[in-house]
Each structure stands twice: as C-alpha cells, then as structure tokens.
C-alpha cells in the first residue's frame, strides 16, 4: 500500500465502506459523502478501467464514456503498474455475475 495514503483518516474511511451492505446504502453514503462530479468521476475511472481491462482502444473509451486522454492513461498505468486494485474488484465482480448466472 502507499505510504502517502496510510493515515487515519483514509483508513476511517476506508473502514467506513467496508461496512456498506446493500445497493441502497451505498447510494445514500456516497451521495453523502461525495459531489455529484466526484462521485460520477469516480466511476468514470473504474468504468474506463474496465474497459481498458477488456482490451478496448482509447478512441472508443473516448466516445464511450467521455474520458479524457489523460485520464485514460492514468488509468492504465494503475491496472499496469499499481497495486492490483482494479484487478482485485473486477475478478470479484467476474465471479459474482458467474455464480449469480447458473
């Protein structure tokens, strides 16, 4: 993990996730606790990362989902180059949709 993120807060917080059980919850904590540009940010990137992940070239990230360049290259070099986050929640999901599906 990165030393820079390892303080109280950002662990209060990340405690504070980590208690979310539904959809719902979700929703409303967020909704809280973020703007709406932060939150829709926010997904943007994990959206651009799973496409990203999926093979998808720039231009079509672009035109799906409104991403700048930058951001889709920051992005990439998270899923190539950082901590396995990306990967972690995707393979989880992957499994999820799998099981919910037999």
């Known amino acids: 993990m990165n030393e820079k993120l390892r303080e109280l807060n950002v662990e209060f917080l990340f405690r504070a996730v980590l208690k979310l059980e539904t959809m719902e919850e979700c ?9 709406v540009p932060e939150l829709k940010a926010l997904s943007q990137r994990l959206q651009v990362a799973k496409m990203l992940s999926e093979g998808k070239v ?19 070099r998270s899923l190539h180059y950082g901590c396995d986050g990306y990967g972690i929640i995707f393979d989880r999901m992957r499994a999820e949709d799998e099981e919910n599906s037999k």
């Open 27 to 35: 929703y409303n904590f967020f909704e809280d606790l973020c703007t």
């Open 58 to 76: 720039y231009s079509d990230i672009v035109s799906e989902t409104g991403a700048s360049t930058a951001t889709i290259s920051r992005v990439n």
